[in-house]
């Protein structure tokens, strides 16, 4: 099981993406940027998806990791599109669309750059002698 605070900070990272995404979705729209209850109705099926997601071993077991990266992914958009549909009864190819990549690019991004900081903080093995001792 993952340190607590890891799981932590990777649940909201997660929720900070969905709220992102709902936000800067509204503020492309005009009418609808400054309207917090639009927001929060915005965000809602995701944050279903993004639950569901998190109520999964593969993604409690490993949060900051990729697969559990593309089961939040693949729960929040998957989820956050069909019950946008199930209640607005439409759902426009190009915004499932636009809601996959920019999904994916935050709740991938985090995760991408968290490996990359690891990588960079571990810092060479002790008795390695060159790079590829390093495995």
Known sequence: MPDRRVTRLALAADVVAVIVFAAVG???????????LGLVATIAPF???????????????????????AVVLAGTAGIGLLLRFAFTGTLPF???????????????GWRALSALVALRTRGPVRGARSRGDLH
């Open 26 to 36: 509204r503020i492309t729209h005009s009418a609808e940027a400054d309207d917090l």
């Open 47 to 69: 944050a279903v998806g993004l639950g569901a997601a998190w109520a999964t071993s593969a993604v409690r077991t490993l949060p900051a990791g990729f697969v559990a990266g």
């Open 94 to 108: 190009t915004f499932a669309v636009v809601t996959v990549i920019s999904l994916a690019v935050l709740m991938l």
